[in-house]
């Protein structure tokens, strides 16, 4: 048993974690703790006492020590006393805000239902999970609130989300609605959150609390480059490797808001969930609102921890379990190779080279369907450029398929041209107000998303497609964010539904196509990481990490996203140099090593590599493929970080399950001269093997690797296996255990 109900108290208890809460004295729910685990007693008076302060409303007038500004709440109201930021707002017809939310009942189920029309976690195997339902009512609106909490022992992981129905026989309408509130008796804690921008997504960050609200949030329409709704709060003295953090994420992937509000008693409030701003929804009698699910893990074991657990358990429960396990194919992608100049003829030179270097995926990008050559037309027209592909798409598609090559294309659903025949037959699915000027981004405009019309028309086009091509991948892109958010289809009081309903869109769509083709494998993209978020992994295992494809820069933008996702979601590329983005030159390793830890793929022009350039492909290739499953699904470790310490220096490491093989990538940006003397410690490994370490002479004990440490010579020109420069450099150690 690990949901433990004694009389007013709930213990939701993981392998290391405990969650309690308690019907308080008015009927409504407090928090008690959520932390390390501990012992279930009947009750915890400790944990629920209080003081009555000044100044402070209390609940009656014979109840004075009943403050609801000094409990923590489990899913708070507005306006009745507790002045903090409420979890949920909802007003009645005669224009009043108040509710409150009463204890009715509760129910256990064994295992997770998965929600429907939002993605979500499961559990195919019930054994796995135990999920608790708490159902509150207001009296005076009949609104009702199911409270959902789901625990995944085995991962310390803890999913809620909250069901509105309306009981009553008037509309109500909902201004907000949190997937979770948290509210944790103190705020020493640091948070970590992952702001960015494109080329430059996953920034990390790391401040102290502070009193008063602080908060990442996206009005964008998409989850966002530049703010990921990831987020991690660990104690000030958590390390990669050692202490106490909390991860929460959204299994969303539209707006969002993540508030840490900080109180008068140093009291910490958390709330996720979709952004209450621009947000309401008419909840008529007897409908409901399903709010996205949160994710929240616990460790007490540092931020490298952490990560292992939530990536394993999304491999587990959240991902199509079809891909959940499945190396991801090598690919090349055509993009940074021709851009949008290409023709049948050139391509298929690609794919000859490809297929002889031991790539097994080509992935047609941007430019081969309507008259589209470059950004400004055709969106929307899902048919093949006749001038490109004069036999058609399906007589390329086969050619591909016949060089044993997979075949991938590239589609941005949601996007309409201006210059295309779908916005001549439908003008009037474009998303815009009315009487507005509509605002262009990268030249084109969005789709009504929230039509069944449009999803049912983008269906047909692309799954014909599929067929016709027999096609294995899809890069589903998503360049630009929404304006003037209107759609004629919903009536005036229901227009701020619009972003949710949208995203709401976007989901069905992709459940449509992934039920049709459950062997397509889908990678998500937005200008690369604009959209890079759980509720997008649950259709698309892979994503696009950045646009930005250099070495240097990208060794940033992985780290900080490794803290949320796993490897196998991330799309890694080797590109050319200079570098398109940064104009930056760096070696060929280099770039190998940093595409490496992810899901491999080139995205240059092959044709115009020498043949020494192309052998090098060919043994990156080989090296890749003999460790994939490790650069996919091993234990990933953060050893030496970009955001913090020296960072010049940037190191990371990947594990088996039985810890007889790991790989260290160890990159220095900028040579040094007469550097300091460095030991690299390692992570991960069994302290009683042996390992050999690249052709070393000496072989090391587990322990000593992590304890002691590897030490890492300095870069001489004479020792130096690179090109170019001793700058940009990149050392790979593959550790291979000897007993
Ligand atoms: C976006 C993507 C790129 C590429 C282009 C094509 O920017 O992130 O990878 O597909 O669109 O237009």
């Given at each position: 048993?690990t ?44 944990l ?52 409150e ?5 509760y ?37 009702q ?23 009553g ?23 970590l ?40 709060l660990?104690?000030?003295d ?13 299994i ?19 709330i996720?969930?979709?952004n ?75 794919c ?14 941007d ?114 964010n ?13 227009q701020?539904e ?7 869109g ?23 990481g ?5 509720g ?18 990208r ?30 030159i ?7 090593a ?56 940037v ?8 810890q ?52 890492i ?10 090109e ?16």
């Amino acid at each position: 048993m690990t949901i433990y109900v004694d009389k007013n108290l709930f213990h939701l208890q993981t392998r290391n974690s405990s969650y309690l809460f308690q019907i308080m004295a008015n009927g409504e729910l407090g928090q008690l703790y959520y932390g390390r685990r501990i012992h279930h007693k009947s009750a915890y008076h400790n944990l629920a006492q209080r003081e009555q302060h000044d100044a402070m409303a209390s609940w009656t007038l014979d109840q004075p020590d009943f403050q609801p500004e000094m409990l923590k709440q489990e899913y708070a109201s507005l306006g009745k006393g507790d002045f903090r930021y409420p979890a949920y707002q909802v007003q009645a017809p005669d224009g009043s805000r108040i509710s409150e939310l009463v204890y009715q009942d509760y129910q256990i189920t064994q295992g997770k239902q998965r929600l429907p029309h939002l993605p979500s976690t499961f559990a195919n195997d019930p054994q796995t999970a135990q999920t608790l339902s708490i159902t509150l009512m207001d009296a005076v609106t009949h609104l009702q609130v199911q409270l959902n909490y789901t625990i995944f022992p085995k991962f310390d992981v803890l999913i809620r989300s909250a069901a509105f129905k309306n009981q009553g026989i008037h509309s109500l309408m909902l201004k907000q609605a949190a997937s979770c509130q948290l509210d944790l008796p103190d705020a020493h804690y640091d948070w970590l959150q992952f702001s960015g921008a494109w080329a430059r997504e996953c920034q990390l960050q790391r401040h102290h609390l502070h009193c008063g609200q602080q908060a990442t949030s996206s009005l964008r329409g998409a989850s966002s480059h530049q703010a990921n709704p990831a987020m991690i709060l660990a104690r000030p003295d958590t390390t990669e490797n050692t202490g106490e953090a909390i991860g929460f994420n959204l299994i969303y992937s539209g707006n969002f808001a993540n508030q840490i509000d900080v109180d008068q008693f140093q009291t910490t409030r958390i709330i996720t969930g979709i952004n209450p701003e621009d947000f309401t929804w008419q909840l008529k009698p007897q409908s409901s609102f399903q709010t996205p699910e949160a994710v929240i893990s616990y460790t007490n074991q540092g931020l490298n921890n952490l990560s292992q657990q939530l990536g394993a358990f999304y491999q587990q429960h959240l991902v199509n379990q079809h891909f959940a396990q499945q190396l991801r194919p090598i690919l090349i992608n055509n993009w940074e190779a021709t851009y949008f100049d290409f023709d049948e003829t050139k391509l298929l030179k690609i794919c000859r080279q490809a297929q002889k270097i031991g790539i097994e995926l080509f992935v047609l990008d941007d430019g081969w369907f309507g008259q589209r050559d470059d950004d400004t037309t055709s969106l929307g027209d899902w048919f093949v450029n006749q001038r490109k592909f004069p036999h058609g798409i399906d007589h390329f598609a086969q050619k591909v398929h016949d060089l044993g090559l997979q075949f991938g294309l590239w589609f941005e659903p949601e996007m309409i041209s201006q210059a295309s025949r779908l916005y001549q037959q439908h003008p009037d699915w474009v998303v815009g107000a009315p009487h507005r000027h509509l605002t262009p981004s990268r030249n084109q405009f969005v789709l009504d998303m929230t039509r069944t019309d449009v999803v049912q028309y983008l269906y047909e086009q692309i799954s014909a497609i599929i067929e016709q091509t027999h096609l294995d991948y899809i890069k589903w892109d998503m360049n630009r964010n929404l304006t003037e958010i209107y759609s004629t289809q919903l009536p005036p009081v229901q227009q701020q539904e619009f972003n949710h309903r949208y995203i709401l869109g976007v989901y069905h769509l992709y459940e449509l196509l992934t039920t049709k083709f459950p062997q397509v494998l889908f990678e998500s993209c937005a200008s690369g990481g604009g959209r890079f978020d759980l509720g997008m992994m649950y259709y698309a295992p892979q994503a696009w990490v950045s646009d930005n494809t250099d070495a240097i820069t990208r060794l940033k933008i992985q780290y900080g996203t490794s803290y949320n996702y796993p490897l196998a979601m991330m799309g890694a590329h080797i590109s050319a140099v200079p570098n398109d983005q940064t104009g930056r030159i760096t070696p060929l390793a280099t770039r190998a090593a940093v595409a490496y830890f992810g899901d491999l793929g080139y995205e240059l022009d092959i044709t115009k590599l020498s043949s020494p350039e192309l052998q090098t492909l060919k043994k990156q290739i080989q090296f890749y493929k003999k460790y994939r499953q490790i650069f996919q699904f091993g234990k990933f470790y953060r050893l030496l970080s970009p955001f913090a310490g020296d960072p010049n220096l940037v190191s990371w490491q990947v594990v088996n399950s039985q810890q007889t093989v790991a790989i260290v990538g160890y990159y220095r940006i900028l040579n040094e001269p007469n550097p300091p003397y460095r030991r690299l410690y390692l992570q991960g490994l069994d302290p009683n093997r042996i390992y050999q370490i690249n052709d070393l002479e000496e072989n090391f004990y587990g322990d000593e690797l992590m304890h002691a440490g590897l030490f890492i010579p300095r870069l001489l020109h004479s020792t130096m296996h690179v090109e170019q420069t001793a700058d940009f450099n990149a050392q790979l150690f593959l550790l291979r255990a000897l007993s």
